[in-house]
């Protein structure tokens, strides 16, 4: 089973529009992380925001924000205010504890294209 | 600056001639980690290093190796390349397994 799955390979937004990147997860662990990381067409992976599984409040950072909902197994990514500069590929990943803390497991990735 | 940085940017070589792809980071990180990019198939970690002379297998360690002998350095060995390991590869590393990871540029590797 995938450990991480992104069910939207691309999406469109409208300039100054909020979107939402879906991105489930499957562990059987109590203890993981979540992270979402932004890819432009430059190619470098940068690190948008964390969310520990015991954390009780949804992480934001900047315009950036993750809906952690734990009982479904879901952490989307909010982006608000969408920029031209945020058209890029978004990848949601996780980090499983206590055993195997030291694994990652990225998703598929979502192409978010923003209009102006 | 703090920085991974990763050596070559771009090659291309044939099938079966051993190849090195050096990674180094200037933030004295333990975790060290490998990547490779595929087109539809996201990121998938081939090996981690928790600190100097620990390494681990990640999802697709087959045809590779990796050494950790200095905790700066984290080189990716490709003993005998085939066709199927042309990708994009990246090499990270982070304070700690839970915190956030530094990628490098990348490595686009074409083996043909």
């Given at each position: 089973?995938?450990?991480i799955?992104?069910t939207?390979?691309?999406?469109f937004?409208?300039?100054?529009?909020?979107v939402?990147?879906d991105?489930?997860?499957?562990?059987?662990?109590?203890?993981?992380?979540l992270?979402?990381?932004?890819q432009?067409?430059?190619?470098e992976?940068i690190?948008?925001?964390?969310?520990?599984?015991y954390?009780?409040?949804?992480?934001?950072?900047?315009?950036?924000?993750?809906n952690?909902?734990?009982?479904r197994?879901?952490?989307?990514?909010?982006?608000s205010?969408?920029?031209?500069?945020?058209?890029?590929?978004?990848?949601?990943?996780?980090?499983?504890?206590?055993?195997?803390?030291?694994?990652?497991?990225?998703?598929?990735g979502?192409?978010?294209?923003?209009?102006? | 600056?703090?920085?991974?940085?990763?050596?070559?940017?771009?090659?291309?070589?044939?099938?079966g001639?051993?190849?090195?792809?050096?990674?180094?980071?200037?933030?004295?990180h333990?975790?060290?980690?490998?990547y490779?990019q595929?087109?539809?198939?996201?990121?998938?970690?081939?090996?981690?290093?928790?600190?100097?002379?620990?390494?681990?297998k990640?999802?697709?360690?087959?045809?590779?190796?990796?050494?950790r002998k200095?905790?700066?350095?984290?080189?990716?060995?490709?003993?005998?390349?085939?066709?199927n390991?042309?990708?994009?590869?990246?090499?990270?590393?982070?304070?700690g397994?839970?915190?956030?990871?530094?990628?490098?540029?990348?490595?686009?590797l074409?083996?043909?």
């Open positions: 089973a995938q450990k799955t992104q939207q390979p691309g999406m937004v409208q300039e100054k529009e909020a939402t990147l991105c489930t997860y499957d562990t059987s662990d109590q203890s993981y992380g992270f979402w990381y932004k432009p067409s430059s190619g992976m690190f948008l925001i964390y969310q520990g599984s954390d009780e409040q949804n992480a934001t950072e900047g315009r950036y924000s993750l952690f909902q734990k009982a197994k879901s952490a989307n990514l909010v982006i205010a969408s920029q031209l500069g945020d058209s890029a590929m978004y990848f949601c990943a996780m980090r499983e504890g206590p055993y195997n803390f030291n694994k990652f497991y990225f998703g598929s979502t192409k978010l294209n923003v209009k102006p | 600056e703090a920085q991974v940085t990763q050596n070559p940017r771009y090659l291309i070589t044939v099938t001639k051993k190849l090195t792809v050096t990674c180094s980071q200037n933030m004295n333990e975790y060290m980690s490998w490779r595929d087109p539809g198939l996201g990121l998938r970690q081939i090996y981690y290093s928790m600190n100097v002379e620990v390494t681990d990640g999802d697709v360690p087959e045809g590779y190796k990796v050494s200095e905790k700066r350095n984290f080189p990716l060995i490709l003993e005998s390349p085939s066709p390991q042309t990708s994009l590869y990246f090499c990270a590393s982070s304070p397994a839970t915190l956030e990871q530094y990628f490098g540029p990348g490595t686009r074409t083996v043909t």
